[in-house]
T-cell receptor, first 117, second 111 residues
Framework: EAEVAQSPRYKITEKSQAVAFWCDPISGHATLYWYRQILGQGPELLVQFQDESVVDDSQLPKDRFSAERLKGVDSTLKIQPAELGDSAMYLC???????????????FGPGTRLTVL | GDSVTQMEGPVTLSEEAFLTINCTYTATGYPSLFWYVQYPGEGLQLLLKATKADDKGSNKGFEATYRKETTSFHLEKGSVQVSDSAVYFCALSAGTYKYIFGTGTRLKVLA
């Protein structure tokens, strides 16, 4: 069964360092999402891609976070510099399309747990 | 704006007990509703969904009915198992791509 792949699974870094997370969506899924999940809370959308284009990055802290999906397949989320408050689980999800209905059912990867010291 | 409210946890039950996790929502239009489950250290897995009023989603013994009149989508299971211990998230998608998640309810089932 196809799955969303993420790496690394765990990352420990010191504040002010740069970190990067990678996501490979399910083959054929045009839409890719990055979420941040703070401990004890639900996921919150950071950025959504439709193919290689950003559709929504309204909740992405653009002073330190960046995301790209250059060829419309895999994606990288970067934080530079990392801050203590960035400690969270970063989840990637994909769907066949970004529209409504069953075609936007989102499939989640296992996540990257980031700890900033 | 759109929102999802879940009952706070943790919920602790004995094996074979009946489970209810309450979820209510606020949304414009006619959202699709979802329950996701998250096991320790893992991502979210879709448990069940309903796309219109009065639909009942079901999977692995869990079920939830989309109640438009009460704006609710409560999760139920007749007999829980230890393996059901996890965090459960209610979510909605109101006609667009965006999912709005509740804060999650932790379930602990004791043998």
């Amino acid at each position: 069964e196809a799955e969303v792949a993420q790496s690394p699974r765990y990352k420990i870094t010191e504040k002010s360092q740069a970190v990067a997370f990678w996501c490979d969506p399910i083959s054929g899924h045009a839409t890719l999402y990055w979420y941040r999940q703070i401990l004890g809370q639900g996921p919150e959308l950071l950025v959504q891609f439709q193919d290689e284009s950003v559709v929504d990055d309204s909740q992405l802290p653009k002073d330190r976070f960046s995301a790209e999906r250059l060829k419309g397949v895999d994606s990288t989320l970067k934080i530079q510099p990392a801050e203590l408050g960035d400690s969270a689980m970063y989840l990637c999800a994909s769907s066949r399309s970004g529209g409504g209905g069953s075609y936007n059912e989102q499939f989640f990867g296992p996540g990257t747990r980031l700890t900033v010291l | 704006g759109d929102s999802v409210t879940q009952m706070e946890g943790p919920v602790t039950l004995s094996e074979e007990a009946f489970l209810t996790i309450n979820c209510t929502y606020t949304a414009t239009g006619y959202p699709s509703l979802f329950w996701y489950v998250q096991y320790p250290g893992e991502g979210l897995q879709l448990l069940l969904k309903a796309t219109k009023a009065d639909d009942k989603g079901s999977n692995k013994g869990f079920e939830a009915t989309y109640r438009k009149e009460t704006t609710s989508f409560h999760l139920e299971k007749g007999s829980v198992q230890v393996s059901d211990s996890a965090v459960y998230f209610c979510a909605l998608s109101a006609g667009t791509y965006k999912y709005i998640f509740g804060t999650g309810t932790r379930l602990k089932v004791l043998a």
